[in-house]
């Protein structure tokens, strides 16, 4: 990616290493036993800014996210109306399902991280309003367009609602990220809702977080406000795991799905899949096991440029977290 942003090598040669990368990254899942898999999105520019690949109406000068160990991410902003996305993650699952034989989920961006390009100081006419409405209408068909071409389910990546807190303590940013969020779920039916889920975690990037100093108690009974029938929550990098299930415990609504983080992708150590069995066993503790889950905390790179993690580090920890799940399955008789 970098000798392509350099003029070094060609379009062809890039797409070529991408289609090589994911279908690697397919085989290496269902070798480990992975019941459902991922691309890894290993050919987008970043977990967010996917849809804006081609856009020619922003500017450089978006939001900026601060990380604890001072490097930053800027988002683009949006310099004219309209806002149109201009790739969806259905070509992403297409080139998946290629090579996949195990069900596919497919991650895509929430609403609520795109609404941050819409810039403070408004746009001559086009209103925020009416950017909000084209934003709900192209994150549908971002999700729609996912379940036409066979996803097996969808992730929105809600990374931006734990950060919300650290820029409004008050929580009335995450009350309208989760308002927002709902205007796209509530297009679906409930059998539709039941395969749509919704991630967060504190942001890991290159071995730093933006928002884990901010209380987890504060997110999640309003996380849990989101129409979706899947969560895929952080945990292994918590604290404090137990306070953190048992709010999960007091607030997961009776027909959704939870899936606890047992990888930290941050730590550079690999889990032990007796370390991940001893995870899930402790959370079954608190949670109603037929419909607990795993996951990893974050992504073991969100952004193209993040190496910090090797990929042979990544699928051990993988292997560690499917191997974990197992053997606690098979210890709790599911």
């Known amino acids: ?159 931006e609602g734990r950060l919300s807190l650290k820029l409004d303590p008050s929580g009335g940013l995450l009350d309208s990220f989760v308002a927002l969020n709902n205007r796209v779920l509530d297009r679906f039916t409930p059998e539709q809702r039941q395969r749509i889920g919704v991630h967060t975690c504190p942001g890991g990037d290159q071995d730093s977080t933006h928002s884990l100093d901010v209380d987890y108690a504060e997110l999640l009974p309003k996380l849990f406000g989101i129409h979706a029938g899947q969560f895929y929550v952080q945990l292994a990098s918590e604290p404090d795991p137990d306070r953190v299930l048992q709010v999960i415990a007091e607030h997961l609504p009776a027909d959704a799905r939870i899936f606890v983080g047992v990888i930290d992708p941050i730590d550079p150590a690999v889990e032990t899949a007796e370390q991940v069995r001893d995870r899930v066993l402790n959370a079954a503790r608190h949670l109603p096991v037929d419909r607990l889950g795993t996951c990893d905390d974050c992504g073991f790179a969100p952004f193209g440029d993040d190496v910090s993690t090797s990929r042979e580090t990544a699928f051990a920890k993988v292997r560690a977290r499917i191997e974990g799940t197992a053997a606690a399955s098979e210890e709790l008789g599911v």
Do not use: W
Not at 105 to 115: E, F, G, H, T
Not at 120 to 141: K, T
């Open 1 to 159: 990616m970098q000798d392509h942003a350099a003029g070094r090598t060609t379009d062809a040669a890039l797409a070529d290493l991408y289609d090589a990368a994911v279908q690697d990254t397919i085989a290496r899942l269902e070798s480990l036993g992975s019941p459902v898999v991922t691309d890894g999105e290993q050919s987008k520019p970043s977990f967010v800014s996917y849809p804006l690949a081609g856009l020619t109406n922003l500017s450089p000068d978006g939001a900026v996210i601060p990380f604890a160990d001072g490097h930053t991410r800027q988002l683009p902003a949006l310099s004219a109306g309209p806002f149109r996305y201009a790739t969806f993650s259905a070509q992403y699952l297409q080139a998946a399902r290629k090579y996949a034989t195990a069900p596919v989920k497919q991650a895509v961006i929430a609403a609520s991280a795109m609404s941050l390009l819409y810039p403070a100081n408004g746009i001559s006419g086009y209103s925020r309003e009416q950017f909000l409405d084209d934003l709900v209408d192209n994150v549908e068909a971002d999700i729609r367009g996912a379940f036409d071409c066979g996803a097996h389910s969808v992730q929105l990546d809600f990374t």
